[in-house]
């Protein structure tokens, strides 16, 4: 199974973009998905995740209320509004099969997409 994002680009501060994660091999509905990101110089970090039903979100400080996760049976989304300059990062989708685990953790994922890239400008 290959997970694959799509959605990244080009955006001014407070614009929007939506990235998508898709799954192939497998469906999407199966798995916990998170997404991460990285910027240059720095670690990745935890963004968002949501559990394979749907039933519970999770956000980084930085995102909430400014980023939606959300989920169908193809794909799992995130919507970024209000985005700033420090937004800039490779963003990551991965997907994980581990029951009880912390989703805000990179260690609890069994797959991971190529990254797309997030670039705003002020």
């Known amino acids: 199974v290959q997970f694959e994002e799509s959605g990244g680009g080009l955006a001014q501060a407070g614009g929007s973009l939506r990235l998508s994660c898709a799954a192939s091999g497998r469906t999407i509905s199966s798995y916990a998905v998170g997404w991460f990101r990285q910027a240059p110089g720095k670690e990745r970090e935890f963004v968002a995740a949501?559990?394979?039903?749907?039933?519970n979100t999770f956000y980084a400080n930085f995102g909430k209320g400014r980023f939606t996760i959300s989920r169908d049976h193809a794909m799992v989304y995130l919507q970024m509004n209000s985005l700033k300059p420090q937004d800039t990062a490779v963003y990551y989708c991965a997907a994980g099969e581990k029951l009880g685990v912390d989703l805000t953790y990179q260690e609890s994922y069994d797959y991971w997409g190529q990254g797309t890239q997030v670039t705003v400008s002020s």
């Open positions: 949501i559990t394979w039903r749907g039933g």
